[in-house]
């Protein structure tokens, strides 16, 4: 097992990529902080975790609040003695022209985009300092390394997580704290599946991909285990594409 000993925090893994993590984490000896803004869902994940022997806990969390990030750190301070992983996945997607993004919706897909995972980078390092380095995982997208149509907001936004892991992992590296990012392509999740798998858009983005089929869930959770495991140990800073070769077009 890749993860055995480790205490992981994922956020947003109440649904799609998160929930696959989590899921693979357990399932490779981790034990997992599992948190979400819908408590509901994280807690089924939880349940399926727990119930095929894994080691989990469900905890309710708005990556855009200090708050719940103060509970997240005191609770893995308290309840599992240190952390090891930290997964910043949580996000939003609007698709939305440019011109018809209002400074509220640019807000708020930076609020959760970007602030979230600034915060919990801030919370994440004086833990992984007292237990002698760790590994953060940001999941941006590949449109913060092509660009991408009707979503200036959210492409803006993941841009910055990828900027944010530079910053972090040059800052940090001496700490043996590993940063990098990993850059999903089009994925079918619960966020995505209403465009990517509706029969009128599907065939578009078949197009775009240089494999034959769409991304699974899944198969970004095995590069993100692969970062956050020892097996990445001289890798820091770095952008890692699940794409399907998009951005190899
Ligand atoms: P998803 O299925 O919608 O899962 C995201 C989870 O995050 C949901 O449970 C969501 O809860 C939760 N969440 C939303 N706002 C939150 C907040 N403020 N605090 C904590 N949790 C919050 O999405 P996904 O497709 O797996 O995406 C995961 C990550 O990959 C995101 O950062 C996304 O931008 C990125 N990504 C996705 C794709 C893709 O093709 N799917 C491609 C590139 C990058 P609710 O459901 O209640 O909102």
Redesign the pocket.
Known sequence: MRLTGKVAVI?????????ETAKLFAREGATVVA????FE??TRVVEMIRSNGGEAIALQ????SRNDWENIYNEVQSVCGKLDVLVN?????LAKPFLDQTEEDWARTY???ID?VMLGTQYAIPLMEQNGGGSIVN?????ALTGMAGAGA?TAS?GAVRSLTKAAAVDYGKHNIRVNSV??????????APH?EHPDYKQHFLNQIALPNL?R?EE?ATAVLFLASDEANHITGIELPVDGGVTAK
Not at 11 to 19: I, K, L, P
Not at 61 to 64: A, I, R
Not at 89 to 93: H, K, V
Not at 139 to 143: C, K, L, N, V, W
């Open positions: 956020t947003g893994a109440g649904s799609g990529m998160g929930e948190t979400d803004i819908n869902a994280v969390h708005d990556v855009t996945n949580a996000g939003i997607a609020r959760i985009n979230g999941i941006s997208s590949i449109s959210y993941k850059h999903p392509g089009y994925i079918v999740t619960p966020m995505s990517m991304g869930a970004v």
